[in-house]
């Protein structure tokens, strides 16, 4: 019933709101109906604990023999977590922007809601399908209708990039339906046993998909335009959760049920992953925009992630799951300052700013907490995430060259504080320019939220327990299939 | 047989309407009225209700994927004449002449949707093809209209002559021109007469699919023709003929069937190539469609390259999926000013359901879950999949799948992302509803397609 609840709450409501005219009232609502789904999802996780609460199984396209199976176990839990934890935050944290028809603005945003936690929750491969292409059309939209200079351009190569993505997989999808005897269940995939050279096409099929989502260097060219172009609230959403999809896609669909070619790609999609993180390191620190910063270094960030993967080991792939929700809020920490600095200035360029906290002191504290996160300094909950996948990364059976990643993956993090700090140096710190003259300190609804941001940046990093338990069993079910430790 | 005696009927009874009375809300109520009559009988076909027993002598075969495609044929009619009536009364004065001329056109699908002897595929071509040349130049006084009437026509009977040449080499062959009776009758040493004649009637198929090398009439044909009959030409006409494609070649032909995928997937690959390449460098949106009408019929090509249970489904769903988009997408197209895509620009201020609707039409053509596209586009791939050879053309249909979204999504760009006057014609409230209602079956059937494949086992 949860699962249930959390796909039609967005979606009734998204699509209602398109109904709504006045604007304020949209939001209004759209911000309630977020409230609400994460006040369910939390009921799901606290009082409506057991199976037949957190499951939905239902008979879909019979000549398919495709069922509509939602599921709520620990890996989904965690991410359909992060969902409906960051919607509320997203439109509380840029409740002042405005935005031409924004009821359809809202609107789509719950409809790509309702898609996200889809993707997260489907057990069906059909269904995972429908899911996935649900997330991205709203999103389409969102990034054309309500984006920057060179909005439409950037949105269609991103669209078709990830379109492309997705047929391959479907290819993949329907390869594995045959060899499962007709079967979309992912329970029935992770029994299968391929030859190694149908794992091997089924591999390529898949990981394209997945790697253009998160995006893996060298498919990653899109994102950084992509995120500089759309409306910041909309650049949130794209890589505080929609990168996720791809990781996610990797955990769920593709090592368990690929095993032996993921072992095999293995050290190939490390390589590419150590180079891409290296590289969008440097660029990021040639980044003057604030937003392709991010960007660039949300790449790094997830790069690290799939080396994990393609690395594995207990330690690792446990510290993918929790990141993955880490890497979620701490971005989207940055996203709110970002967004925050960009009303406020006008500019996002890090050379016209300077100086803010003299201005904005709470802004400052909050944000250096993030920033410190995103470097993953101890005591934030990035350390935890990062640290266990160095660990697992080094001690991994998978590769000879584990030592070599993780000493590689150090280094980025080393210039991740680089380009951090110099960010935040040159934004806060040093002297006020006549533009960060007259700053104001940051509106009640942009502190609150990024203060339960912080709050849980800390928390985690203290006292991670709670979400490493929720993903134990399904880490170590991907091992078994590994034949792995 | 309800289906082709009463269309028959229908059409004859819609010229003599046109004798009585030239009142333009009567013969569209007439000819509505007609449809809606058509409908119903073949429905009560569906479910064991003949009204007419007729011994065909084993010429014409009703079954159920015949007549499921005659319902989905006759529906679609009905909602294109639902939406585009009052635009076919205008194209010229000769009104009733027109829905005569439809009704004719779906006799002749509903015969080749239930053939079972080369004669009768012969008779029910020639049965669509002979109204859609006069529909075609039906715009008297426009050049363009009357160069496109010609070239149809004379390309057309070419392409019959190579048809009845194809007949009458497999009768030479088999001595019969019977589908059951020529699958048993075996005449060793005239092999090549049955394989070149199969060749010929295959040639002869692909130019009235308009598959690619036999595609070049499309775009003038579509082009020319007053845009109402383009609508139909692009989606009944074209889906019936592929349902007779279909039939020659999946069931009576099967037994020769390996020898041909390597040409069916040749053809198909062009097909896919030409429309989806072409259509990119359209200037107007007309000329898109008919490159795209191209395009599609590659896709609905994979049902003849893999034969099977799924794709037998699949060309079902895909006709449905396809002609309710593409006459949606004709019908805004026949009330906009202005044919170029530049016309679209900020229609979504002007005509929001027009354009909220048009986008579901184009995302459903290029093929995204949750409408009835996604699923006609998956039952061809997994049908291709599961037939296990030429893989390689799988993933030529996706990239081109890939590249259609470009042409698609330019239309959408220009409704909803440019700025402009997207000046249409008035526009009346039941036009909007009857769109609305094509969105939502698109939308609905795209969830559920289940509620049309059920009806081909039960």
Known sequence: ????????????????????????????????????????????????????????????????????????????????????????????????????????????????????????????????????????????????????????????????????????????????????????????????????????TIFILLVVAFAVKMPLF????????????SPTAVTMILSAIMAKMGVFGLLRWLAPVVPAATYQWGDNFATLAVVGMLYASFVAIKQDDLKRLVAWSSIAHIGLMILALFAPSYSGIQGIMIQMFNHGINILGMWIVVNV???????????????????????????????????????????????????????????????????????????????????????????????????????????????????????????PKPLLSMTTEISQQILDRMNLK | MNAIILSALLGVVLMFTGIFTTNKSTIRTVATAGLLLL??????????????????????????????????????????????????????????????????????????????????????????????????????????????????????????????????????????????????????????????GLLLLFISMAFKVSAAPFHFWTPDVYDGAPTVFTSFMAT??????????VRLFEYSFSGSGYDWKLIVSIVTAATLFIGNITAIFQQSVKRMLAYSSIAQAGFMLFALFSYNTLSREGIILYTLGYSLATIGIFAVLVKMKDYTFEGFNGLARTQPVLAATTTIFLLSLAGIPMTIGFFAKYFMLASAVKSGSHLWLVFFAILCAVVSVYYYFRVIQSMYFKDGAGATEEISPAFRWILLLMAGLIILFGIFPNMILNYLYF
């Open chain 1, 1 to 200: 019933m949860v699962p249930v609840l959390l796909i039609l709450i967005p979606l009734l409501t998204g699509v209602a709101l398109f109904a709504i005219r006045q604007e304020a009232t949209a939001k209004s609502i759209a911000f309630f109906s977020t409230l609400v789904s994460l006040a369910v999802m939390l009921a799901g996780m606290s009082v409506w604990k057991d199976a037949a609460h957190l499951s939905f199984n239902q008979p879909w396209i019979g000549a398919l023999n495709s069922h509509f199976h939602l599921e709520l176990d620990g890996m989904s839990q965690l991410l359909c977590l992060l969902t409906t934890l960051c919607f509320p935050l997203i439109i509380y944290s840029t409740w002042n922007n405005t935005y031409v028809d924004a009821n359809r603005f809202f609107g789509l945003m719950l409809l790509a809601q309702a898609g996200l936690l889809g993707v997260f929750m489907a057990m069906d491969a059909m269904l995972f399908y429908f899911f996935w292409e649900l997330a991205l059309i709203p999103l389409y939209f969102l990034c054309s209708r309500w984006g920057g200079e060179k909005r439409i351009q950037v949105t269609i190569k991103f669209f078709i990039y990830t379109f492309l993505g997705s047929l391959f997989m479907l290819i993949g999808l329907i390869m594995l339906y045959f060899k499962a005897g007709g079967s979309f269940a992912w329970a029935d995939f992770v029994k299968l046993s391929l030859t190694g050279r149908e794992e091997m």
């Open chain 1, 218 to 229: 060298p498919f990653h060219t899109w994102q950084p335009d992509t995120y500089e172009q």
């Open chain 1, 341 to 463: 600095i960009e009303q406020q200035f006008g500019t996002r360029k890090i050379s016209e700013l300077g100086g803010l906290a003299q201005k904005a002191p709470i802004l400052t504290i909050l944000l250096v907490i993030i920033a410190l996160a995103n470097i993953a300094m101890p005591l934030t909950n990035a350390f935890i995430g990062e640290f266990m996948m160095f660990n697992g990364i080094w001690g991994s059976t998978a590769t000879k060259f584990g030592m070599v990643y993780a000493i590689a993956g150090i280094i980025t993090i080393i210039l991740s504080a680089v380009y951090t700090l110099r960010m935040v140096q040159n934004v806060f710190y040093g002297p006020t320019n006549e533009r960060t003259e007259k700053a104001v300190d940051i509106r009640f609804n942009v502190q609150l939220a990024l203060a339960i941001l912080v709050v849980g940046i800390i928390l985690i990093g203290i006292y």
């Open chain 2, 39 to 196: 409908l119903l009988a073949n429905i009560a076909e569906m479910n064991g209700w003949k009204l007419f027993e007729v011994n065909t002598r084993n010429m014409l075969v009703f079954n159920k994927f015949g007549l499921l495609f005659n319902t989905i044929a006759f529906s679609a009619t009905l909602l294109y004449f639902l939406l585009s009536a009052r635009d076919i009364l205008k194209v010229g004065i000769n009104g009733a002449e027109y829905f005569a001329l439809i009704f004719f056109i779906l006799c002749g699908v509903s015969i080749v949707s239930s053939f079972n002897t080369l004669l009768l595929l012969f008779l029910g071509i020639e049965i669509i093809s002979i109204p859609l040349y006069i529909l075609t130049g039906s715009d008297k006084r426009n050049l363009k209209s009357n160069e496109a009437a010609l070239k149809y026509f004379l390309m057309g009977s070419f392409s019959t002559g190579i048809m009845l040449m194809g007949i009458v080499l497999m009768y030479g062959a088999k001595g019969t021109f019977s589908i059951d009776a020529a699958l048993q009758a075996s005449n060793p040493g005239r092999e090549v007469w049955y394989t070149s």
């Open chain 2, 236 to 245: 009944i006409v074209k889906a019936g003929v592929f349902i007779a494609f």
